[in-house]
């Protein structure tokens, strides 16, 4: 009976925190009106995103740009578990979206500093062991790497206090261990971090300056992406900076929020580590449609569907992930959720950033995705 009793508690107890569970995740349905104008159907999806913020299922920010226009944009939320209000100041960190910047900083080597985007990573990281893996195959993620830098770090790095994990660490690393899983380079897409992280090393290596400081000088200051900074337990900023910078947080069924602290293996950048306002994610995404550095042939460049050995087409290009007439880039790290999708046909922009570790991120992403397709494509 005890037995009996204990079973039907737990079982209760488990289908109260699943139906929390499902509460939490659950948003609502975005209702357009098929028979009205398009401005009347953006006043909807407007409201239906404040709703999201006043009911504190995101927090972070929101723009759809049609155009080079801003249709709509959003701030609100808190920058970090101290529950300081997010504002178009704020830098938020971008994940795995930080890839298309490292993209873009290889493209702008490429042109100021020869280098062919076909040479071997060896021929600049000295110790790199593999003379067939060409920073192309780096950029398009075809390199056959499998290692993974954290578990690297994790497995053969001393455990010493204050010890940061570098660029140049990681990448010292990766080299070492490469061959321990490597399946021959241009055979295949593995999407793989370690890939960016040997970029960074390589930019460092050729301009002679940090990643971060390459990436502030030529490319943040020269695009006017003012607010746009590379930011990791190595980087020095002074107090009034590091104020604007957000940090991660989670929070369940809307419980006191608990800070994300970043761990020791966050002093690397190149596969994250930028961090961005919405005003100039918005400039990001233009940029890709003019650009003041590179010419149109050389965005391309970054844009075109590479080919395996075999000749097969895949879907990865430099920094960015391929659909056609569309390129998109998404991550996630330290509680933070990141996407941004550029259609060219339909000249539409979405950048969604969260700041938490929000379990319906991608599920606002689909609605939106879903509803914006089908105003602008049937209007």
Same mark, same amino acid.
């Given at each position: 009976?005890?037995?009996?009793?204990?079973?039907?508690?737990?079982?209760?107890?488990?289908?109260?925190?699943?139906?929390?569970?499902?509460?939490?995740?659950?948003?609502? *349905?975005?209702?357009?009106?098929?028979?009205?104008?398009?401005?009347? %159907?953006?006043?909807?999806?407007?409201?239906?995103?404040?709703?999201?913020?006043?009911?504190?299922? !995101?927090?972070?920010?929101?723009?759809? #740009?049609?155009?080079?226009?801003v249709?709509?944009?959003?701030?609100?939320?808190?920058?970090?578990?101290?529950?300081?209000?997010?504002?178009?100041?704020?830098?938020?960190r971008?994940?795995?979206l930080?890839?298309?910047?490292?993209?873009?900083?290889?493209m702008?080597?490429?042109? +100021?500093?020869?280098?062919?985007? /076909?040479?071997?990573?060896?021929k600049?990281? *000295?110790?790199?062991?593999?003379?067939?893996?060409?920073?192309?195959?780096?950029?398009?993620?075809?390199?056959?790497?499998?290692?993974?830098?954290?578990?690297l770090? *994790?497995?053969?790095?001393?455990?010493?206090?204050?010890?940061?994990?570098?660029?140049? /660490?990681?990448?010292? @690393?990766?080299?070492?261990?490469?061959?321990?899983?490597?399946?021959? =380079?241009?055979?295949?897409?593995n999407? +793989?971090?370690? %890939?960016?992280?040997?970029? =960074?090393?390589?930019?460092?290596?050729?301009?002679?300056?940090?990643?971060?400081?390459?990436?502030?000088?030529?490319?943040?200051?020269?695009?006017?992406?003012?607010?746009?900074?590379?930011?990791?337990?190595?980087?020095?900023?002074? *107090?009034?900076?590091?104020?604007?910078?957000?940090?991660?947080?989670?929070?369940?069924?809307?419980?006191?929020?608990?800070?994300?602290?970043?761990?020791?293996?966050?002093? #690397?950048?190149?596969?994250?580590?930028? !961090?961005?306002?919405?005003?100039?994610?918005?400039?990001?995404s233009?940029?890709?449609?003019?650009?003041?550095?590179?010419?149109?042939?050389?965005?391309?460049?970054?844009?075109?569907?590479?080919?395996?050995?075999?000749? #097969?087409?895949?879907?990865?290009?430099?920094?960015?992930?391929?659909?056609?007439?569309?390129?998109?880039q998404?991550?996630?790290?330290?509680?933070?959720? =990141?996407?941004? #999708?550029? +259609?060219?046909?339909?000249?539409?922009? @979405?950048?969604?950033?969260?700041?938490?570790?929000?379990?319906? !991120?991608?599920?606002?992403?689909?609605?939106?995705?879903?509803?914006?397709?089908?105003?602008?494509?049937?209007?």
């Amino acid at each position: 009976m005890i037995l009996i009793s204990s079973i039907f508690l737990i079982t209760l107890i488990g289908l109260i925190i699943w139906k929390f569970w499902f509460l939490e995740r659950k948003i609502s *349905k975005i209702q357009l009106m098929p028979h009205q104008s398009i401005d009347v %159907n953006l006043d909807i999806i407007k409201g239906w995103v404040l709703n999201l913020y006043q009911k504190k299922k !995101f927090n972070g920010i929101i723009a759809f #740009v049609k155009d080079d226009v801003v249709i709509f944009k959003y701030a609100a939320g808190y920058k970090s578990y101290k529950q300081e209000p997010i504002q178009e100041n704020t830098k938020l960190r971008l994940a795995s979206l930080s890839k298309s910047f490292t993209g873009f900083g290889v493209m702008l080597l490429s042109k +100021n500093y020869d280098v062919s985007y /076909d040479d071997p990573v060896s021929k600049y990281i *000295k110790q790199f062991p593999i003379q067939d893996i060409s920073i192309r195959q780096l950029l398009h993620h075809s390199s056959g790497i499998e290692v993974d830098y954290i578990l690297l770090a *994790k497995k053969y790095k001393p455990k010493t206090p204050n010890y940061i994990l570098s660029i140049k /660490d990681a990448s010292i @690393l990766i080299s070492k261990y490469v061959k321990h899983k490597y399946d021959g =380079a241009g055979k295949k897409f593995n999407y +793989n971090n370690s %890939n960016y992280i040997l970029l =960074a090393r390589i930019i460092e290596i050729v301009s002679g300056l940090s990643f971060e400081y390459y990436m502030k000088q030529e490319v943040f200051n020269s695009l006017k992406l003012n607010n746009t900074r590379v930011w990791n337990l190595l980087s020095e900023y002074t *107090k009034e900076e590091n104020d604007l910078f957000s940090e991660g947080f989670k929070s369940y069924f809307k419980s006191k929020k608990i800070k994300v602290q970043p761990k020791w293996t966050e002093g #690397v950048a190149g596969d994250s580590g930028v !961090f961005s306002t919405i005003n100039d994610l918005i400039k990001w995404s233009n940029l890709w449609d003019l650009n003041p550095l590179l010419d149109n042939e050389e965005i391309q460049e970054a844009l075109t569907f590479p080919n395996l050995n075999s000749g #097969v087409k895949f879907s990865h290009g430099f920094g960015w992930h391929l659909k056609e007439n569309t390129i998109i880039q998404e991550g996630k790290k330290l509680a933070t959720n =990141a996407i941004m #999708v550029k +259609n060219f046909k339909n000249s539409t922009t @979405l950048i969604l950033v969260d700041n938490s570790n929000n379990p319906r !991120f991608k599920k606002i992403y689909n609605e939106l995705t879903k509803n914006l397709d089908n105003l602008f494509n049937h209007k």
